[in-house]
């Protein structure tokens, strides 16, 4: 396993986008996280000064975790072990698992709504909520079939 760095990450959230696996993905109650997999220790994505950030950056990430900062103080190369994902409702979401959460919460909405639920409309989420949540799908198909290609390929 490569160790993690915002190349990587850049290159995951290329891979994910138009999907509830992007790291500004907010919808769903989601928020940047990391968890090393060697512990099962989740960290929220933040800034070097502690605060939330509102997208993957491993400049937060305590120090035994980072292998390379650059001299401005940013985290540049961190441990393998670390896998980026989300934290919703205190579960860790690996990308792809959000993507699938994603779809699986609008597909409970479309039935909700084909079967009259009584849910409060502030309950319900908005229509751009739920035009991205179909995008995630589509992202997620598209991606599947470019991971298929690059297997036939390769």
């Known amino acids: 396993m490569n160790a993690m760095t915002q190349q990587r990450l850049d290159l995951e959230n290329v891979r994910y986008r138009g999907t509830a696996g992007v790291s500004q993905n907010r919808s769903c109650g989601f928020r940047p996280a990391f968890m090393d997999a060697q512990t099962r220790t989740v960290y929220l994505s933040r800034f070097t000064d502690g605060r939330l950030a509102p997208f993957h950056i491993l400049d937060g990430l305590p120090d035994?975790?980072?292998?390379a900062r650059n001299p401005g103080g940013r985290g540049v190369i961190v441990k393998a072990s670390i896998v980026s994902g989300f934290i919703r409702?205190?579960?860790?979401?690996?990308?792809?698992?959000?993507?699938?959460?994603?779809?699986?919460?609008?597909?409970?909405?479309?039935?909700?709504?084909?079967?009259?639920?009584?849910?409060?409309?502030?309950?319900?989420p908005g229509r751009l909520e739920?035009?991205?949540?179909?995008?995630?799908?589509?992202?997620?198909?598209?991606?599947?079939?470019?991971?298929?290609i690059v297997l036939a390929i390769g």
């Open 130 to 148: 739920r035009v991205f949540l179909r995008a995630s799908i589509t992202g997620l198909l598209t991606s599947l079939a470019a991971s298929a």
């Open 64 to 67: 035994e975790l980072v292998l």
């Open 89 to 124: 409702e205190g579960l860790f979401y690996r990308r792809d698992e959000a993507t699938a959460h994603a779809a699986t919460m609008l597909e409970a909405e479309s039935a909700d709504d084909e079967n009259g639920s009584s849910l409060d409309a502030d309950a319900k």
